[in-house]
């Protein structure tokens, strides 16, 4: 159980176009999904937390506006990268986290922006 | 930052041999958890300790937790190639809301 699932797997876009990733919680329901973003042989880095039905709460020195998060249901969260630009090329990985604490991963989106 | 520490930054062995990688952190917590990360992919969830719990075992992975030392240890005993993978420690602060602040990694790589 507590399998969490992302899409797309990667995505190439061009500069100033926008992106959006999925995360699900396939086998349980989740109030709260986390987002990260990994840079190379980094460590993750939260962006913000999203809540069902109530709007994300963003780490300082996150735009808001640029990264969408849209938490619409107990399974599934989304992140929008609003016009998107090379500095915003990461690895995105969500989290759900489930009743006894442990948070639960998904596999990861790697975003490439041109 | 908040960021915690890991240490050694990167460390190869034989197989079989055990690793042993650490973790220190800044902020009281609720329970601090381990996670493997293969390259390019998700993280998978190890363990999971609390703050009033001092060891776990899972296998062939044991972790400690000081929490006077703000330190927390995770073992691999004998270690295979297959456990070639980056490993986080990650903890949840107290009234930190179920956030995780991730440390900063140890790379491990087990050599035949």
């Known amino acids: 159980g507590a399998v969490v699932s992302q899409h797309p797997s990667w995505v190439i876009c061009k500069s100033g176009t926008s992106v959006k990733i999925e995360c699900r919680s396939l086998?349980?329901?989740?109030?709260?999904m986390f987002w990260y973003r990994q840079f190379p042989k980094q460590s993750l880095m939260l962006m913000a937390t999203s809540n069902e039905g109530s709007k994300a709460t963003y780490e300082q020195g996150v735009e808001k506006d640029k990264f969408l998060i849209n938490h619409a249901s107990l399974t599934l969260s989304t992140l929008t990268v609003t016009s998107a630009h090379p500095e915003d090329s990461s690895f995105y990985i969500c989290s759900a986290r489930v009743p006894s604490d442990t948070q639960y991963f998904g596999p990861g989106t790697r975003l490439t922006v041109l | 930052s908040q960021q915690g520490e890991e240490d050694p930054q990167a460390l190869s062995i034989q197989e079989g041999e055990n690793a042993t990688m650490n973790c220190s952190y800044k902020t009281s917590i609720n329970n601090l958890q381990w996670y493997r990360q293969n390259s390019g992919r998700g993280l998978v969830h190890l363990i999971l300790i609390r703050s009033n719990e001092r060891e776990k075992h899972s296998g062939r992975l044991r972790v400690t937790l000081d929490t006077s030392k703000k330190s927390s240890s995770l073992l691999i005993t004998a270690s295979r190639a297959a456990d070639t993978a980056s490993y986080f420690c990650a903890t949840d602060a107290f009234g930190g809301g179920n956030k995780l602040t991730f440390g900063t990694g140890t790379q491990l790589k087990v050599e035949l």
């Open positions: 086998d349980f329901q989740a109030t709260t």
